[in-house]
């Protein structure tokens, strides 16, 4: 793709992941390590032409470990987000970092993801052979158990049975019970320093009103935030019950809308701004070649959340808005009293925003379980390839520069060789 002249909008797409093995310095790094110290904490953000670094993050829960490595990346480089929104695992991703000190974050996210993942299967992998069919059978093998089983402090399966239990009561609504990550939240995020009024990060999280239907955003601008607003955005049904926050009752936002881009682009005050999106479902995939293809690609299909019509949209959002500021300077001043220019101008606005775009891409032996399949190892997988993708992503010096001084937006959508 090309920069248009003719609109003012600059496109730039690259290669995100080489096919090859990764660089020397980077293969001989283990991103679970503790987090490197930048050793300019605020040197780069200090130089960028923009107002503000926000950071959105798509619900997906076990893939959610991709988002912890892309923000380890940006704190190494020291892009630490002035916004974090996110909807389901990305809410509690956004939570540990609106909730610590930049210094600390890292090592909260990893403590977290340590927490929930299960370090074993009981075996060593290696015993069920190498290859793809045999990742493929040890991560059917994890995920069932902790369909069973479910995950230390995170959910836990319902005794007895959500049937057995009267209608009307929370416990028959759901398989899991979500308590145990009240505790967990506690434990990793400081809920004082979110709401804190001077807290350096604001925090956005996305759910959905049970009864109405629609689509809300628990913001640390407006209200206080707590561990239930988190758990809320991440109550997926029929296997997590809903969460019930001054006298309703809320379901995960990945039911509406799994990708935050939307809201924080159309219906929020966003100055000039270089925005990560971090989505851990793809849209782009190949045609099915059985039924657990099929099921696998229903579920990238569902939460990808036409991320890319989004931007689209956006786009043209973008466009309009800086021809209608450009059109009111034209007008004479008369006309521009009137109350249809009047109307025209609070739409118009001329801010200029990089939109990166990181999609994680999963291995062929994943599988529709891979949202819940909470081993320690595919943990792993999924934060180192968070943090690679990420770094080659701000090796491209544009992602940082501000287009058309201030008249652009750029957007950064790294493929796999499309």
Known sequence: MSASADNRIAERTAPIRDQGAPDAAMAERSPLRKSRAAENDHGLRAR?????????????????????GVYEALAETGLHPDWVVGISIGAINAAIIAGNAPERR???????????????????????????????????????????????GFFRPRVPNPW????????????????PLRATLERFIDF?????????????????????GNLVYFDSATRKIRPEHVMASGALPPGFPAIEIEREFYWDGGLISNTP?????????????????????????????????????????QYSSRTRAFTDFIKKLHKMRYAVATILEQLPAELRQSEEAK???SLAQRHAYNLVHLIYRPSGYEGDSKDYEFSRLSMQE?????????????????????????????????RDGD
Request: proline share 4%; aromatic share 10%.
């Open 192 to 212: 004082d320093r979110v709401n804190a009024g001077n807290n350096e990060t604001r925090l956005s999280l996305g759910a959905v009103n049970v009864r109405s």
């Open 106 to 152: 890292v090592d909260e996210l990893r403590a977290f993801w340590q927490e929930i993942t299960a370090p074993a299967l009981g075996f060593d992998v290696g015993v069920l052979g190498r290859g793809e069919a045999a990742r493929t059978l040890a991560n059917q093998v994890s995920a069932a158990m902790i369909a069973c089983a479910g995950t230390s």
């Open 343 to 345: 109307f025209l101008a």
């Open 261 to 301: 881009l939307q809201w924080i682009a159309t219906e929020q005050e966003l100055p000039d701004a270089l925005v990560f999106q971090v989505d851990l479902w793809s849209a782009r995939g190949e045609f099915p070649r059985n039924l657990a293809e099929v099921a696998t690609r229903q579920k990238e299909i």
């Open 164 to 179: 057995f239990h009267p209608p009307g009561t929370i416990e028959a609504t759901s398989y899991y019970d979500t308590r």
């Open 48 to 68: 960028l032409p923009f107002d503000c670094v926000a950071l959105l993050l798509q619900g997906g829960g076990a893939l959610g470990a991709y988002q912890a």
């Open 382 to 414: 999924h934060w180192h390839a968070g943090y690679y993708d990420a770094m080659r992503a701000l090796r491209h010096p544009e992602v940082l520069e501000r287009a058309r001084s201030g008249e652009g937006l750029a957007t950064f959508d790294f």
